[in-house]
């Protein structure tokens, strides 16, 4: 059996972010608006799309997905690249993936890798069928 499909990639934004930030008077972190987030995996997306042609789809399923996404909720992101090959850790090398708001969970998926998981009876296909909210293209 091939290894977990969804890898974490941890956070390293360059750019300034709303990200969770610590209240000087209260011992509690502020998370950001989920509109916040989606809206930063748009502009993710955007850029990327630049730089892999073969990008057809963005979406993030989970939290984000169902938008019940809250404080300490990381992204589940699901790419579709026409172009993608190899193992998926070899495929998420390809991805700027620190550049993301928050940490994340990845799937890179061809468009028939993506279209047999959804044909199939799994728990991964209910949850896309289920939370998958695609953000791009828009």
Partial sequence: MEPRAIISAGSRATTPSAMPVRSLNQSLLRWP???LVLAQV???AVAVAGQ???LDRVGVFGS??????GVGSDLD???IDRQVSGPQQQRLL???LEDLPLS???LVLTPQ???ELMAGNSAMADALLNDCRWLWPC
């Fill in 94 to 96: 390809n991805w700027p």
């Fill in 64 to 69: 984000y997905g169902r938008g019940e996404a």
């Fill in 52 to 54: 892999h042609p073969g």
């Fill in 113 to 115: 890798e993506h279209h």
């Fill in 104 to 106: 994340c969970d990845a």
């Fill in 77 to 79: 992101l699901l790419l």
């Fill in 33 to 35: 608006e989920a509109e």
């Fill in 42 to 44: 748009r502009d993710w």
